[in-house]
C-alpha cells in the first residue's frame, strides 16, 4: 500500500498562514473581501472549499495569486480522493513502454 501524506485544506494554509499573523478574523476578511462571513469562517474550519471567486479575491488581498489558492485546493482534493480509492488506484496496470 502506498503512504498517503496527511491532506492540508486550504483553509488551515488561510487560517494559520496569513489571518492569524495579522490577527485577522473571519470577519474582518469577509468584510475585506465583500464576501459572507459565514463562508470564511466555513473556509477556515476547513468546511468547504476554495472556489475560483474567493481565489481571486484572496489573490487580490493577499497579494498571492488565484492558481496558488486553487492549486492548494486541487492539491487536497487529490490527496483525499487517492485515499479514498488507493487500492482501485493501484489496481490499474500501467501502459507498456516499448
Known amino acids: 500500500m502506498t503512504n498517503i501524506i496527511t491532506p492540508v485544506h486550504p483553509g488551515e494554509i488561510?487560517?494559520?498562514?496569513?489571518?492569524a499573523p495579522l490577527g485577522m478574523t473571519a470577519a474582518a476578511l469577509a468584510e475585506t473581501l465583500r464576501v459572507p462571513q459565514p463562508l470564511i469562517e466555513q473556509i477556515a474550519a476547513e468546511q468547504t472549499t476554495i472556489s475560483a471567486d474567493i481565489a481571486l479575491?484572496?489573490?487580490?488581498y493577499f497579494r498571492t495569486s488565484p492558481e496558488f489558492w486553487l492549486n492548494l485546493q486541487a492539491s487536497h482534493d487529490i490527496m483525499v480522493q487517492a485515499a479514498a480509492m488507493v487500492d482501485e488506484i493501484e489496481a490499474i496496470r500501467q501502459i507498456e513502454v516499448v
Do not use: I, K, S
Open 57 to 60: 479575491r484572496l489573490a487580490q
Open 14 to 19: 488561510l487560517r494559520e498562514d496569513y489571518m
